[in-house]
């Protein structure tokens, strides 16, 4: 058997991130397994204004805060995608599609979550072709040109705000008569003027040949063409805990049941972020899991 850690943590993003501070502060060996990227969400946060301490710093600023700190602390970390999750007399064993095996006492997931589609004709064929999940990411390549937003929280008011600034017009599609989003952002969306926002309405198909030309819209039974060059889908994310079926406890939308120690039903396992059942999913609730897993984490390591 390979090296034993006494804790691998699965994700960089602000849980992941947070714990290993935390972990090597405690003196714990501890590895991080980042699928692609650290940050997660984070990195394609346009601007982030309610993290203490940084008002208004995008979110690219902020993970490589988070980043600067992880290595100062001389953080290690594996870059790979982490298919199973099993466990031999008491050491968790991550193994990643190559077949490479990682070994631990302890185990923090912390995998974060995806975009959720909204599950229509033309989604998936016109993805990276006017459809995207990322409007950071994507929204300069609309300079100029008409858009729409699909979604009623947070992120969704961000994305309309942020294309606002360069694009022509922007709809923000909601389903329902009210947002589910901060009142500073619906008060910020609702005073710019290019921005449109069709309530009750629901989108039936993505239109266009090589690239998005078209919405297919429903409001209020009556159901219509929107010309638009792009479109931003933000209704939502979903946990990133397939691997983990069968092996933690979930809810019925997957994610892993933990309260506020990051406990699961697994022994010396525990779930930080947005992977554990919590009412609210923000950077600092998932700073304060990882943290909080890696105290209950030294409490179970003590007791073996």
């Avoid at 994700?11 to 972990?23: E, L």
């Avoid at 980043?67 to 031999?88: A, F, P, Q, W, Y």
């Avoid at 931003?232 to 079926?245: H, L, M, Q, Y």
Wanted: proline content about 1%; aromatic content about 8%.
């Amino acid at each position: 058997m390979d090296k034993i850690h006494d804790i691998l943590i699965i994700g960089s993003g602000a849980a992941g991130m947070s714990a290993a501070v935390y972990a090597k502060r405690a003196m714990l060996d501890t590895l991080v397994i980042e699928r692609s990227y650290a940050g997660g969400q984070i990195v394609n946060t346009y601007e982030v204004d309610n993290y203490l301490g940084f008002p208004g710093i995008s979110g690219f600023d902020l993970v490589s805060r988070f980043r600067e700190h992880t290595e100062k602390m001389g953080v290690e970390t594996e870059n790979c995608d982490i298919v199973k999750l099993s466990e031999n007399d008491g050491i968790k064993c991550l193994e990643d599609g190559t077949g490479r095996k990682f070994y631990a006492r302890a185990v923090i997931i912390a995998s974060g979550a995806r975009h959720k589609k909204l599950g229509v004709k033309g989604e998936d064929r016109l993805q990276g072709m006017g459809v995207s999940y990322c409007a950071t990411c994507d929204g300069a390549f609309f300079k100029d040109k008409t858009v729409a937003v699909v979604g009623g929280g947070d992120a969704a008011l961000e994305d309309a705000i942020f294309l606002s600034k360069g694009c022509r017009k922007v709809y923000l599609i909601h389903r329902r008569n009210a947002f589910r989003g901060a009142k500073t952002l619906q008060k910020r969306v609702c005073d710019i003027e290019n921005i449109n926002i069709l309530w009750n309405t629901t989108v039936n198909e993505i239109k266009g040949e090589d690239r998005v030309s078209a919405l297919s819209l429903d409001t209020d039974g009556r159901t219509y063409d929107l010309y638009t060059e792009g479109i931003f889908i933000a209704v939502g994310i979903s946990p990133c805990t397939d691997v983990f079926k069968g092996y933690v406890d979930m809810d019925e939308k997957g994610y892993i049941i933990a309260d506020e120690t990051g406990r699961t039903s697994a022994e010396g396992v525990f779930a930080a972020g947005d992977v554990r059942t919590k009412p609210l999913r923000q950077i600092i609730t998932a700073a304060a899991d990882g943290a909080n897993c890696v105290y209950s984490a030294e409490k179970y390591l003590a007791d073996l």
